[in-house]
């Protein structure tokens, strides 16, 4: 479903991605890992095509994400590492809105407030301004909308950060039943322990290369841990 | 998509204080800016009517001491039936160009041009004036007006409303969640804009209406409202460049404050310092004669006429023989007044024509350079419509020379041919009727600065929407 083949972007002289091959098949979590600046964000932004490979190809669900921007993006949600909404509407009013973005406008009032109660957005909080939330209630609208998409692949960047322990609980378990119903998912984290939870894929990158893969199932957290540090000196 | 856009970006708008305020500003201003060119052009209006008021008076007691002497002579004819003294001494006529309502939009030329000459049966230099009145402030600043508020106060309305159209949606981070939903982002600019002409074109055109409501305008007339439409459709499209201008800067990539100070910039330079450049590129490039030196001519053609006074009044006689009458000359010190005129006006001739042709330069380096600055094409083609250009200034002018010729005619004729003036001769005196062209030509003179705004936009539209391929949503 989302497929980087030789993918590699420059800024200058400067490599921020170098020749990354990966494959995320639908019903796969794949946990991008690595220090700032090894170039998980570059991959995603390349994936929405917010900017230009320098080399390489990148797809989404077998379409060229550069010849086909508008029908890639369609079939993607994306969680940015900070959401962002419209601080002068509601968290209701900005899940309406980034719904019909997405290609839904047939959600009722109920559909919507559905989608913000599974994702734990707490009671009358869906009719307050966004401007007034806190940043973890921001990222559950920004679920929120990724699930009212109902995409095939998901692209998160680092999207626990600023969740509590409970609401980093209550997002894994949502992203395990997507998981169930056939997303691909691409996910940028720095939290190991998470990655091996809920990833079915684990890749380690360290400044632009992706420097190794390895299958969740096969490693325990310990391992994870003990093999990220060791690429990360 | 645009939809869904647009109609999100018009309930932001509608939400948003601060646009309210920005609407409400401009109302403020344009109805109490209506207001003032109103009652100025009432002032100019009452004032300009009492104009001929004494002459009249004067010219019904002048007929009235010469129709009792015609009804029982006797002793010597009243000096009123000298047609030397009443033609060369006593009488006038204002020649008043009035001004349609709508000429209280745009003030224009009426600071600076005059709305009314004294004519008398003296060479016309003597009334017409040659120098300009040059009023550098008005020159940059014009009048609290309509088209003040419009050219002036309108672009920094529109670029206070549209500086961060798009950079403050980078800034806030809801850039990138947007276009990651699949919106193009030249479809979400669009959306953006068609927004804001949608919140600001009805209200600008309903104040526009209002300001002609204000100044006195028949809307139930047909000819007015189009003229009233029009200037509207000049108004937008001056709204459109600098709405344009704001798109195109945001196509830049820079921060919003960025974005402001140079688009606050750009007002200084294209409202403020291009008018007032191209009047002084224009006067320096084509300087008026001076007063002194025309002074100096003056008077040295006067009292070399003077002493060729005999000379001359042959030589007029000569040059028109229709007018030599059968005696000797009733008037012969108004005749001698008629020649002499007749010779200092040879003599300043080629001054006049110098400083003619100066002035017609002049206004034809301001025509070429009106295109430099969307708002000097704007308060051109504002001028038009509200019949205070150049134009009707100059179509006003040569009107009053026909008349002044006529006016002459009537008196030199009977100066020279030596008739007294009868009580009928009082009534077949010419007066002054201004020959309005109608709203029809303004319109035309409009068209061209209007398409230039509405070129320029599109043209900035155009370079932005490139310039949008490009632009880097994170």
Same mark, same amino acid.
């Given at each position: 479903m989302l497929e980087a083949t030789g993918l590699t972007k420059m800024y200058g002289s400067f490599?921020?991605?170098?020749a990354l091959n990966l494959r995320v098949a639908p019903g796969e979590i794949y946990c991008l890992l690595g220090a700032?600046?090894?170039?998980k964000t570059t991959t995603i932004n390349l994936f929405l095509n917010f900017i230009a490979p320098s080399a390489g190809s990148v797809s989404v669900d077998g379409l060229d994400v550069v010849s086909h921007p508008l029908e890639t993006k369609r079939r993607l949600a994306y969680i940015p590492e900070t959401v962002m909404l419209?601080?002068?509407? @509601?968290g209701l009013e900005n899940l309406a809105y980034f719904a019909r973005l997405g290609g839904?406008?047939?959600?009722?009032e109920a559909d919507l407030r559905g989608f913000l109660a599974r994702v734990g957005l707490?009671?009358?909080?869906?009719?307050?301004?966004?401007?007034?939330?806190s940043k973890g209630m921001r990222q559950k609208v920004g679920v929120a909308i990724a699930l009212a998409k109902r995409a095939k692949g998901l692209l998160l960047d680092?999207? @626990?950060?600023?969740?509590d322990p409970k609401a980093s609980n209550e997002f894994s378990a949502l992203l395990l039943q997507l998981q169930s119903e056939g997303a691909a998912i691409l996910m940028a984290t720095h939290d190991l322990f998470r990655a091996k939870e809920t990833g079915t894929v684990i890749g380690i990158m360290r400044e632009g290369r992706l420097v190794q893969q390895l299958? @969740?199932?096969?490693?325990s957290h310990a391992d994870v841990e003990r093999i990220y540090l060791e690429h990360m000196h | 998509m645009f939809r869904i856009v647009f109609a999100q970006e018009l309930r932001n708008l509608a939400g948003a204080r601060t646009w309210w305020g920005i609407l409400g500003l401009l109302a403020v201003l344009i109805v109490l800016a209506a207001a003032n060119g109103g009652s100025r052009f009432a002032r100019m209006a009452e004032g300009a009517s009492r104009l001929n008021d004494d002459e009249t008076t004067l010219q019904r007691g002048l007929r009235d001491a010469v129709a009792r002497y015609e009804a029982g002579p006797q002793?010597?004819?009243?000096?009123?039936?000298s047609p030397g003294n009443v033609g060369l001494s006593l009488l006038g006529h204002y020649a008043r160009l009035p001004f349609p309502a709508l000429a209280a939009l745009s003030v224009g030329q009426a600071d600076v041009q005059p709305g009314y000459y004294r004519v008398?049966?003296?060479?016309a230099y003597t009334f017409t004036g040659v120098s300009e009145i040059q009023n550098p402030l008005t020159q940059v600043?014009?009048?609290?007006?309509l088209a003040f508020v419009l050219v002036f106060v309108l672009p920094i309305l529109i670029v206070a409303s549209?500086?961060?159209?798009?950079s403050r949606e980078k800034e806030a981070g809801t850039l990138a969640l947007v276009a990651a939903q699949g919106v193009r982002l030249r479809t979400l600019v669009l959306a953006k804009i068609v927004a804001r002409a949608a919140m600001i074109l009805p209200v600008l055109l309903a104040l526009v209406l209002l300001a002609g409501v204000i100044v006195?305008?028949?809307?139930?007339d047909a000819d007015t409202l189009l003229q009233l439409l029009t200037v509207f459709a000049v108004a937008a499209a001056y709204a459109a460049f600098w709405l344009a201008l704001a798109v195109l800067v945001n196509s830049l990539d820079w921060r919003s404050e960025t974005n402001g100070v140079v688009l606050a910039n750009a007002w200084l330079v294209f409202v403020v310092v291009m008018p007032a450049f191209v009047n002084v590129a224009a006067s320096m490039l084509y300087p008026a004669p001076s007063r002194v030196e025309l002074t100096t001519e003056l008077r040295e053609a006067s009292e070399a006429a003077d002493r060729e006074a005999a000379q001359a009044r042959d030589a007029y006689l000569f040059d028109?023989?229709?007018?030599?009458?059968?005696?000797?000359?009733?008037?012969e010190f108004y005749l001698k007044v008629l020649a002499s005129d007749a010779a200092v006006e040879k003599a300043i001739a080629p001054i006049l024509r110098r400083f003619e042709e100066q002035a017609a330069s002049r206004e034809r380096v301001v025509a070429g350079l009106r295109y430099a600055s969307p708002a000097i094409a704007a308060q051109e083609a504002l001028n038009a419509l509200a019949a205070t250009d150049n134009a009707r200034f100059g179509d006003f002018s040569r009107q009053v020379q026909d008349f002044h010729a006529r006016w002459r005619a009537f008196f030199s004729a009977r100066i020279a041919r030596g008739e007294r003036l009868r009580a009928t001769d009082f009534d077949a005196i010419p007066a002054f009727e201004y020959r309005s062209p109608g709203y029809a030509p303004s319109r035309q003179a409009a068209a061209l600065p209007l398409a230039f705004l509405a070129g320029s936009a599109a043209l900035l539209l155009a370079w932005a929407a490139a310039r949008f391929r490009r632009y880097p949503v994170v």
């Open positions: 490599r921020a991605l170098d700032n600046g090894a170039g419209y601080g002068n509407l @509601t839904h406008s047939e959600y009722t707490q009671g009358d909080a869906a009719d307050r301004r966004v401007g007034a939330y680092e999207p @626990t950060s600023g969740l299958s @969740t199932g096969e490693v | 002793g010597d004819p009243p000096s009123a039936s008398t049966a003296k060479p600043l014009g009048s609290f007006d549209s500086f961060d159209l798009l006195g305008a028949d809307l139930a028109h023989p229709e007018l030599a009458g059968a005696g000797a000359p009733l008037d």
